[in-house]
């Protein structure tokens, strides 16, 4: 199995990743895949199986999808007339699984009673049906994914911590799209060619491109997803600006005019945090700030103040360079930053001078 068909970026983060995928598929290890939602665990864990010997079926079960009073029956099966509309037996997860691999995802919402028995499974190798007696023996391997600490979990007693050591022989840390954002060009190509319908593709300019690799992502590969889609739907065969970007598919609004990008860098003014340590003299006085701000939340459910304030830096650096005519010292005492902070700060939201 190429391992490139299934998780795709060239990344540093993820080339080591898949180094690690290479390595842990081989051996029997329990594998641990720890994650933001939305950042492709189940894509690892699949990835897993198949570069792996194991002949068997890859059987995902998401824990936290199911309802924790039907979530045992959904694992070990059931016999016949063990509750109330069991009128015959069914084989579960566990079962469905052998030869393979099974992976519970969202493992940090198993119930505390449940985690007994899922220990004793992993420990014995051997499972019993929700009202049978019988022990049928298990031959697979097992991948769970969270997102939550599960350390924390087990400090707070909602988490064994036998079965947290058990399930932590291997564990793999799926980087976000914020720390792979060199892959997003790739994926963009593959999320475009592999939609149902990839006719008409959208055509993402290289500032659009640039734009969503300064976006933070908080959806992750789930959320660039949901903006491809928004794109086959608003501009089939049609070019994507950047503005277009902000305005239709991030659904954000682009500060257009002097006024109003003078009205954002207020807002950094006021912030109580100096996120560069500088000692740069603030300024006495505020800029102008015009009155429509204050109504955003009329026509937002919220605001994420880091998107916004990341896209105030990129607005007034480039306009501070161009002032500057392209002399990064010069454009530096325009912002009243540290020349050195400057291109730190040009090369971590990747602008050209």
Sequence with gaps: MDINKLIIGESKSVLELKLLINKVAISESTVLVLGETGTGKELVAESIHKSSKRKGQFVPVNCAAIPSELLE??????????????DK????????????????????????????????????????????????PLNLRMVCATHQDLEKKVNEGTFRADLYYRINVFPINVPTLSERIEDIPLLLNFLLKNQKNNNNLPIFSNDAVTALKRHLWPGNIRELKNVIERAFIL?????????????????????????????????????????????????????????????????????????????????LIESAIKRANGTVSKAADLLKINRTTLIEKMKKLQITN
């Design 89 to 136: 037996a069914r084989a579960g997860r566990f079962e469905m699984s052998s030869g393979g691999t099974l992976f519970l995802d969202e493992i940090g919402d198993i119930p505390l009673p449940l985690q007994a028995k899922l220990l004793r499974a992993l420990e014995s190798k051997k499972i019993q049906k929700v009202g049978g007696g019988k022990e049928i």
């Design 235 to 315: 501009f089939p065969g049609k070019e994507v600006t950047k503005n277009n970007v902000f305005e239709n598919l991030l659904r954000l609004k682009v500060p257009t005019s002097e006024e109003e990008q003078n009205a954002l860098w207020e807002a950094t003014q006021n912030l109580d945090v100096n996120l560069d340590n500088d000692s740069e003299e603030k300024s006495s006085s505020p800029l102008p700030h015009p009155k429509h701000y204050a109504d955003w939340f009329d026509f937002f459910d919220n605001i994420d103040l880091r998107v916004y304030l990341r896209d105030v830096e990129v607005v």
């Design 73 to 86: 029956s959904e694992l070990f099966g059931h016999e016949k007339g063990a509750f109330t509309g069991a």
